[in-house]
């Protein structure tokens, strides 16, 4: 494996009317941790396209992960799909990029539009090979990837937003191309980029998608960790052990809660420098230590940023908020979502007396949950997370 | 005068946002921006009795909107000598 990491993210809006969308994506991770991804379209919309999509991209995707042959793939999947009442066809279009070591990209595409290549940031177009198998017409490249190369795989819908209102041809790929060379910015996230794409095929619709619209994107990058220390340890004896821990190899540097801090602080022979002033009302202000990249206070802190992360898997609805405010949990969502690709958290395991006061809404087995919590909606993101107990 | 307020977690939960805005706008209301620094602190160490506060090395506890005023009136003003 390179040290590159394939962030990987994707947003899909329901056909106008709709509540569940025909367009579905699956991601698989082959035993050497190879990354499989695929994007189905399903025939029609609503259930029954779910239905095909779903199918098709589990399918896809468990089969190629066990290396099966396209040719096999191909056929399981023609034979499992139910067949269409009113078309007298089973169908569902899909795109299949895997990862391979993170070193060569293979993709495979199925009637769905072309995927799109970014490297460095301009559109390069790759080779395709035309096979024909059972009568459909798949087309299979094999490429090596770089870093910063970003693969855009879309739906149709993508393609025909804002045909009968503003576009008469609707998105073209071109223009959707030049769009994604403009909006290419290196750091934002593979997820924030499939949310800008949607978010412009809505606009182009009228927010009234005429089809299921996904957008799936994937973005090569180097591996970058953050360690993030929260809580003192259970005993005040392991404060140094933690501390060289939490302080040792590269990466950034987070600290979490005001004892914590003291802790830092002190192992560090530095001052926590106070921050004035409250910039969101719900979020205590930071602070600053020397040495230390970030400095938070605990507990409400890591429960706002959790709620940004999981509405970032879902709609990433919070977007506008984490991405450019300056109040701790914005700073520290960023931080996490957005820089590192591993996340090692030191949990210090001791009780805050403060905490046990009945009149108070917080307890310590809420300090534990949510780091739990946190870390398995960052694994759902892809990032690798550690967590070690003091 | 340096006065600090405790922003640690629980007494943010007491309404440490509150506190703060009501000494800015006290020492607005009475000029006394060159005689004030104001300031957020990380814990202070009295989590149970919060929110607390410290001017320059005292730490007063149990602040609210409700005690506020008299806070104001007996650490800060008559200190001062206003």
Known sequence: MTSLFADIGHRSLNKYGEQICGDHVQIHTMKDGSPVVVLADGLGSGIKANILSTLTSQIMSTMLAN?????????????????????????????????????????????NPHVILLRNGRHVEFPKEKLEIDGKIVYKSRLYIHENDVFIMLSD??????????????????????????????????????????????????????????????????????????????????????????????????????????????????????????????????????????????ILTVNRCLVYAKSYLEDNAHYSTWAYKKDGASML?????EDATDIHFFVGKAVNPAHQNPDLPIDFSIKMRLVEQLSDTLKEMGKRVTVRYY | MKIFVCVGSSCHLKGSYHI??????????????????????????????GVSIKIDEEIVTGLSLETFPDVWQTKVLKPLGK
Not at chain 1, 84 to 102: D, H, K, M, P, W
Not at chain 1, 237 to 258: H, I, N, Q, R, Y
Not at chain 1, 333 to 337: E, K
């Open chain 2, 20 to 49: 703060l805005e009501a000494f800015k706008q006290a020492v607005a209301d009475n000029h006394l921006e060159d005689d004030i620094t104001l300031s957020a602190a990380f814990c202070l160490g009295k989590c149970r009795d």
């Open chain 1, 333 to 337: 969502s960023r931080i996490l979502f």
């Open chain 1, 67 to 111: 290396n099966l042959p396209l040719e096999v793939c191909l056929e399981t999947m023609v034979k499992t799909l139910p067949i269409c009442e009113v078309r007298g066809i089973a169908y569902s279009t899909f795109t299949v990029i895997r990862l391979l070591q993170n070193e060569e990209a293979e993709i495979l595409q199925y009637d």
């Open chain 1, 157 to 298: 819908g993508a393609i025909h937003a804002g045909i009968g209102c503003e576009l008469n041809y609707g998105w073209q790929r071109d223009n959707i191309i030049e769009f994604v060379q403009n909006m290419y910015i290196a750091g934002f996230t593979a997820k924030t980029l499939a949310t800008i794409v949607t978010d412009q095929c809505n606009k182009l619709y009228g927010f009234k998608p005429g089809d299921d619209t996904t957008a799936c994107v994937i973005r090569m990058r180097r591996r970058k960790a953050v360690h993030l220390m929260i809580g003192p340890p259970s005993d005040p004896a392991s404060d140094e052990l933690l501390m060289e821990e939490f302080m040792s190899g590269p990466g950034k540097k987070v600290v979490c809660g005001g004892t914590t801090a003291e802790i830092a602080a002190r192992y560090l022979d530095k001052e926590i420098v106070p921050v004035s002033d409250y910039l969101d009302p719900e979020i205590p202000p930071i602070a600053s230590i020397e040495g230390i990249d970030l400095v938070t206070e605990g």
